[in-house]
């Protein structure tokens, strides 16, 4: 179903997507403009995921030092926020179970840092069979060459890369779906 390529098409059902570590202090050591684009296209994401009912997951690397996730992307997605230690999300139990119980297929990725822990978990979801969609737009790292190389290697091993629109006019399809004048809505915000 996801070889060849069918494993570029996003699909609706059975995406989950999984906001990595978007906490209080890496944003405080991320420079100002690369975090506005970054926040500005996840919270885009966010929000569209709840009106189109795609189920959210959150992680949280090391809260007790880095913080919790920001305030300004804090929501109902934020039920049951993973905290973890592992820099690849995949090596938490509660993760793995989450991804079960949200009958995950496919994973569309946003969050830090993209060549720390989205680069990890990213590797080891392909690992485990998880078509992997990177928002390129909605993933970020202090230091720009390091976010080009992870990006680069992750879509070398196998995962889709993508951009917020290009993601949620996928899982919509038509022009006709219910929830398009409110996801486009969104997505012109940008």
Known sequence: MFDGPNRLLLQREGTVLVLVDVQERIVLATPPPIWREVRKNIRILLEASQIMKIPII???QYPEGLGH???DLQGPWCDNTIAKTSFNCCREEAFLDRLKEKNARQVLM???ESHVCIYQTTL???????????ATDAIGARYK???QIAVANANQ????LTTVEMALFQMLKDSKAPEFRAVSA???ER
């Open 186 to 188: 969104l997505v012109k």
């Open 157 to 160: 091993a196998g995962a889709t």
């Open 69 to 71: 996730l920001v305030q």
């Open 124 to 134: 080891a979801l392909l690992h485990r069979g998880y078509p992997v969609h990177l």
């Open 110 to 112: 946003v969050g830090m």
């Open 58 to 60: 959150v992680t949280e």
């Open 145 to 147: 060459k390091d976010h």
